[in-house]
């Protein structure tokens, strides 16, 4: 009686580990995913072909990826009633195949990105009516003829981005009514027709990034009227029209990033009531019209860094009440002397990024007092000026890198501290207790995803300061030599970007040099023609009279020769009589 409920104890417990073994190829691993369903990743060996067999039946999804696989695709796939998910990346496919997916008709998602893919029709996608999602990007894709995505007819998602396609055909979207997202990014195509779009008026997200766009043809925008998210960035758009956003009513997401703009004319977003997030960045904008973002009232993100603005206008911005994030970095011409009143109507600002700017005034923070993220890099703040941040207390990111802090003050060591994420990356901190002890004796404290990194001495650069040991950090270090030159004393800083000034002033010393240089051997070199010229003068006059003396001695040989001298005429006068009546 024991031994039997010991076996059957036994046969209980291993039923449902049994009922669970699933097949899996050698190639792969397999386990159930955070969904729960069950997936295979399949990244060893060298495959040439997909091991079908050594699937499980019950198998939901499929990864393979490996740069080393060789694989060709064919219709080996109709066992699999339960597949919903097929990755085959970066596995050198040079073909779809004819019919490869028929018979899945469970499958949701297929991904064919980063293979070589350079033909695609009709016949590749026979039997995916289900299919919500086709990714064909980072292939060599060149056309795509009309009608082959037409059996896809639930198609919500398509990428085609990073491939050679210059030109769409009218009927290529055919069938695709229920397409929301398309992205063509990064295709030479350089012109989009209005009749491509026919077949997919609700498309929702258009992404044409790097398409070497110059212009789009407004019916395009008619067409795709329900559009909210429009992503035209790094094209070569050099002026927008008032009326060029006139028919996308619906826009949320606009992204002109990267384009050749100059200036954001009146009224250019007058219709976007809805749109929440505006890109700018990376253009060559020297003036925002004063109405420019009238009608923006929900805008919440604003991007317009990088560009050449000299100033930030009251005018445009005091139309963005709802604004909290703003980005103004890297326009180095702008005049942040009079932006106090701007940031005074910024009330529901969090976060702002003013890197790569070259100073900032004292109180220039005061009226951001909710501020919860700043992006101040590349700003010349030394360890004087960075109390602008003292007005700051909510702060939770903050970034400080690219400047010339050298340590830490006391008090401000503490406010530090007490934010979540500080990036300290390439400042010159001088690793001594003076300098950086107020933060090494509260390491316990520090909540930072990085420390800070030691610059001098040079036997601890690199080294991030939580990882010094009070043992080796000296109290305060007098003179520093560093590779040839005497760096700061504690009282002083060294600073990258001073030696980046001494090199300027060294070059412009040496180009002087060469300019005085050029000059004398211009000055030189004229003062030598200008004698040449002059001996050559003496010269010829010296010729001349010599010429003229040899004629006298000429003539007056002759005279006496012909016994006609007379002693009552002067020999000269004789010479002016012989040559007034000798033929010229």
Not at 303 to 310: G, H
Not at 455 to 481: A, M, S, W
Not at 493 to 512: C, K, Q, V
Request: proline content about 4%; some cysteine.
């Amino acid at each position: 009686m024991k031994n039997s409920l010991i076996t059957m104890f036994i046969a209980l417990f291993l039923l449902p580990q049994t009922s669970s073994i699933k097949k899996c190829p050698i190639e792969c691993t397999c386990d159930l995913d955070i969904t729960g369903r069950y997936s295979a990743i399949c990244e060893r060996g060298n495959m040439k072909i997909i091991p079908i067999k050594d699937f499980d039946e019950e198998i939901n999804v499929i990864i393979i990826r490996k740069p080393k696989h060789t694989l060709t695709i064919g219709p080996i796939f109709q066992s699999l009633k339960q597949l919903e998910i097929l990755r085959i990346i970066e596995s050198n496919v040079p073909t779809v195949g004819m019919h490869s997916f028929w018979g899945v008709p469970s499958l949701r998602l297929l991904d064919l990105s980063r293979n070589n893919i350079s033909t695609v029709s009709e016949d590749n996608f026979k039997g995916q009516q289900n299919l919500l999602e086709l990714n064909l990007s980072k292939n060599k894709l060149d056309q795509i003829p009309s009608g082959t995505f037409k059996y896809l007819t639930d198609l919500h998602t398509l990428n085609l981005a990073d491939n050679s396609l210059s030109d769409l055909e009218t009927k290529v979207f055919q069938m695709l009514t229920k397409l929301k997202i398309l992205d063509l990014s990064r295709n030479p195509l350089e012109d989009l027709q209005p009749d491509i779009f026919k077949d997919i008026i609700d498309l929702k997200v258009l992404k044409c990034r790097g398409c070497r766009l110059q212009n789009i043809n407004p019916q395009v925008y008619n067409l795709l009227n329900q559009l909210t998210d429009l992503d035209l960035g790094n094209n070569q758009f050099k002026y927008l029209d008032k009326d060029e956003f006139k028919d996308l009513k619906h826009l949320r997401r606009l992204h002109l990033d990267n384009n050749q703009l100059s200036v954001v004319v009146d009224f250019i977003f007058q219709r976007q009531r809805n749109l929440l997030y505006l890109d700018l960045s990376r253009n060559r904008l020297a003036k925002i019209s004063g109405r420019a973002f009238n009608n923006l009232f929900n805008l919440t993100y604003l991007d317009i860094s990088y560009n050449k603005l000299s100033a930030l206008e009251l005018d445009y911005m005091c139309h963005l009440p709802k604004l909290q994030t703003l980005n103004i970095s890297g326009n180095v011409q702008l005049n942040l002397l009079d932006i106090r009143p701007v940031f005074q109507n910024m009330t529901e600002l969090r976060s702002l990024s003013i890197a790569d700017i070259a100073s900032m005034p004292l109180g220039i923070f005061v009226p951001l007092s909710n501020l919860l993220m700043l992006n101040i890099s590349g700003t010349h703040l030394n360890n004087e000026t960075i109390q602008i941040l003292n007005p700051l207390a909510k702060l939770k990111e903050l970034d400080l890198s690219r400047n010339q802090l050298t340590g830490f003050e006391e008090d401000f060591a503490i406010k530090l501290l007490n934010i979540d994420d500080v990036k300290f990356e390439q400042n010159p901190f001088v690793c001594d207790v003076c300098h950086v002890g107020a933060i090494f004796n509260r390491i316990h404290m520090m909540k930072w995803q990085s420390s800070p990194e030691c610059f001098l001495p040079e036997v601890f650069r690199g080294k991030p300061i939580n990882r010094l040991t009070q043992d080796k950090l000296e109290f305060c270090y007098e003179t520093f030599v560093d590779e040839g030159h005497d760096a700061a004393s504690t009282s002083g800083h060294y600073s990258i970007l001073d030696e980046g000034r001494i090199s300027i002033i060294a070059f412009m010393a040496l180009a002087i040099f060469i300019l005085v240089l050029l000059i004398m051997i211009v000055t030189i070199a004229l003062c030598i023609r200008q004698r040449s010229n002059y001996n050559a003068a003496q010269q010829q006059t010296e010729d001349g009279k010599e010429a003229i003396r040899n004629n006298e001695k000429s003539i007056e040989e002759s005279l006496i020769a012909n016994n006609e001298i007379s002693y009552k005429i002067a020999l000269q006068d004789r010479v002016n009589v012989f040559l007034k009546d000798s033929p010229s």
